[in-house]
């Protein structure tokens, strides 16, 4: 399945996001920041474009029945457009999102391997999913959504207090993870009752939060120590 799960003015945002990005990684900028949580500057980008084209392919896993679908073709939530896909079937589509799932799931575990942070990544995680939980809204016709901008901060200010010295690594997990966690997976009931058309664990209305949770929570974090 490949459709946005974004505004177009909003998808045009995160690639001017990645654009920038790109220009500071080349100037070193946070080149280093990146290498301190184990991922080489040359693979920063090859990452965020990954999760940028990936938040356009969401693999189907589940059919959901519904009473009644959505007949509305975009919803606003934290003044961002979501693009509902239209469709007559009587069902919804649970999805994963590449790009908001896979790819910060395959980070996270490489880094959980890489430095063994079990712990210190646990609980803060913990601490992360329980705030997403609480911050996300069931949105009829989306899914469930998410304020993009409260997760990176939380996940750098939790970081910090548990893990200081290794703060950007435990950001990032933590961003994703306890992101995805809290914000989608626990909520899973809800989408019964929604109607809409698709699902998508780590797209729609959390991929965006999932997204920068990772990047900016690990620059975050790096300001904070």
Known sequence: MFYSP???LFMVILFILISFFFTIV???VIAAVFERIGIPSRYVINA???SFLGSLINIPVKKIPQKAMTTQKRMSFFGFRYI?????????????NVGGAVVPVCISAYLLLKTGL??????ATGCMALAAYRMARAIPGVGIALPFFLPPALAAIVSVIIAYNSAPVVAYISGSLGTLIGADILNLKKIAYLGAPVASIGGAGTFDGVFLSGILAVLLSALLV
Do not use: E, G, W
């Not at 509902?84 to 009587?90: E, G, W």
């Not at 079990?118 to 609980?123: G, R, V």
């Open 84 to 96: 509902i896909p239209v469709t007559r079937r009587n069902y919804t589509i649970l999805a994963v």
């Open 118 to 123: 079990y712990f210190q990544s646990a609980i």
């Open 48 to 50: 965020l474009m990954a």
């Open 26 to 28: 080349q100037i070193d």
């Open 6 to 8: 974004l505004s177009f």
